[in-house]
């Protein structure tokens, strides 16, 4: 038995090996990693994001509460769900409120939310961000704060919300706390590109902020999108209050937001219509926030961005599908281009496999029995049309390199030939 090793990146080391057909080198490839998508071959997806809706939860209470109806916020979600591959979604945020208060009773508000959002469970992966109107720090009497003198010990209450929206209901989800869905991330991949998703408590405490520095300093090859109630102003500027919380969204942006190059984007409701801004880095990365609180009382908007990672182009558009279900009823005022983005591409894989692949040429044929010298040979010409293949993605070159080292690792010496 002869063995070879490659220059594998630290995080590839075999892990292949744990897959028993990789033993024959002969599988095909498609099994190791996701199949290219001609989905991605354009560059283009989109995220959509929610704005508050606390205010329709109440048309969507039935007079007799023996139902839940769906209206005006689970026709938004259904609607993504029916609209996703025109928009080839890959991730739905909320930016809190979701709903206006938690004291009735029957807790009708959280029954219409969760209801609402139940079609995007297992088809759309999303996250919430929690609003002040989500905490028990919102009284029954408008959503104001129930006893100002408590509001910050209340803010962190979320009991209620947690049930409903626990985080067994996020697949993949981390948490800052555990089981409490508040600060959280998750992750996905696009066009070539990772995101992760980070959604922050609003008003968020400093322990929050600097574990969610922990998380974008530890996810270095992935493009940060952040989720949290209240950020900007209604006018666009970087809010400077801090509620009943703990730091204000002015310090968020000081000691995270500007600091880090991969973080590309931040989305916030709480106050206003629409407003944005964009920031330049410390980094010289430009950074993109939105506010879109809104507050409709008739129909249903939402914001979709399209995220061109080949033009470093971002296209912001909302649609309020209430008004028409067929075409989304678009808010074309509100249609805005963004240019000059620079995406995190992550490290390749290839060059690895273009080393392993010239290695694997040089061994000489005839110091090797027939049997395994083939088994090499067929793991050889498929890591060669991978490596050619312009739609190959990392794991499709993990994928070869780990069928090459496994081929050659079953090489036996023909001793014939001495």
Known sequence: MRTIHFPLAKHTVFRFILTAGLLTGLLPLAAFGDTPS???????????????TQTEVFDEIPAQHSAVPATRFRNRSQWLVDNKDNFDLRFVLHTGDVVNWEDDDEQLQYKVASNALEPLDGVLPYALALGNHDTHAASSAGGSARDVA???????IT????????????????????????????????????????TLELWARK??????EEVIVSHPDYNIIIGTHSYLTNTGEIAKGKGYGEQAPQYLYDNLVKKYASIKMVFCGHTGLIADRTNTGE??????????????????PVQIMEIDVNTGTLHRRFFAPFNDFSTGSEWQEHRKTITGMEFVRPVSEKPALSDAIKRVTALEQKKYTPATWSVVQAALTSARAV???????????????????????????????Y
């Open 38 to 52: 001609a989905a991605d071959a354009d560059g283009k997806f989109s995220i959509a994001i929610y704005p508050d």
């Open 150 to 156: 408590q509001a910050k010990t209340y803010v962190r």
């Open 159 to 198: 009991t209620v919300f947690n049930t409903f929206f626990p985080v067994s209901r996020f697949p993949g989800a981390i948490t800052y706390e555990p089981g409490k869905i508040d600060n959280a991330y998750q992750t996905f991949r696009a066009c070539g590109t990772k995101w992760l998703v980070l």
């Open 207 to 212: 322990g929050a902020i600097d574990w969610a």
């Open 283 to 300: 980094n010289g990365n430009k950074i993109v926030s939105t506010v879109a609180a809104i507050h409709e009382k008739k129909t249903n």
């Open 387 to 417: 490596l050619d293949n312009p739609q190959s993605t990392d794991e499709n070159y993990l994928a070869a390199i780990g069928s090459l080292a496994v081929a050659t690792n079953c090489l036996e010496t023909d001793y014939r030939a």
